[in-house]
C-alpha cells in the first residue's frame, strides 16, 4: 500500500514504511522527479505554471503561495495515498515543520480523504520511541 508521511520528508517515517513492505510517498522523491526534470534549467527555480494551478486544488488563492506551493507538491500524494502516518509535535529538526499551515491544510486533506491513518506524538525518550514505533508497526501490519 502507499502510505503518506507526515512531516513529508522524514527519513525515520519513510524507514518504517519501507520496512513493513509498503511504498512510501514522500516529498524526497516528488522533489528529486522535479530537480531531474529536463524541462527545469536552474533549481530551486523549479516551479512551473502547472505547479500553481495544481497548489489551487487544494488552496486558494488568497493562501500564501508558500503553502500553495507544499500543497502542490504534497496534495496529489495524499490523493494518491491509501494511508498515512501523522507525527504530532516534531521538533523543528524534524521533516518539515516550519508552516503550521501547510500542517493543519495536510491533516484535514488526509482526514477529508477518508483514508486510514495513525497520528502518533513525536517521543521525547526511549520508552516513548518504543511505543511509537510499535504503534505504527500494529498500523502498517493492519494495512491489507
Not at 530537480?35 to 530551486?44: Q, T
Not at 516551479?47 to 493562501?63: C, F, M, Q, R, T
Not at 496529489?76 to 502516518?85: G, K, L, Q, S, T
Amino acid at each position: 500500500m502507499k502510505v503518506f508521511i507526515d512531516p513529508p520528508n522524514s527519513m525515520i517515517l519513510y524507514d518504517l514504511v519501507e520496512r513493513f513492505g509498503h511504498e512510501p510517498l514522500s516529498a524526497m522523491a516528488a522533489i528529486q522527479e522535479k530537480i531531474d526534470n529536463i524541462e527545469v534549467d536552474m533549481p530551486p527555480m523549479n516551479v512551473s505554471l502547472d505547479d500553481v494551478v495544481k497548489g489551487l486544488k487544494y488552496a486558494g488563492v488568497e493562501v500564501p503561495s508558500g503553502i500553495r506551493g507544499r500543497l502542490a507538491i504534497w496534495g496529489p500524494m495524499i490523493d494518491e495515498a491509501d494511508a498515512a502516518i501523522i507525527m504530532t509535535d516534531p521538533p523543528f529538526n524534524f521533516g518539515c515543520v516550519g508552516c503550521a499551515r501547510s500542517d493543519e491544510m495536510v491533516k484535514y486533506l488526509i482526514r477529508r480523504r477518508g483514508i486510514p491513518f495513525v497520528e502518533v506524538e513525536y517521543p521525547h525518550d526511549e520508552t516513548e520511541a518504543e511505543a511509537t514505533v510499535g504503534s505504527i508497526k500494529d498500523f502498517l501490519e493492519g494495512l491489507q
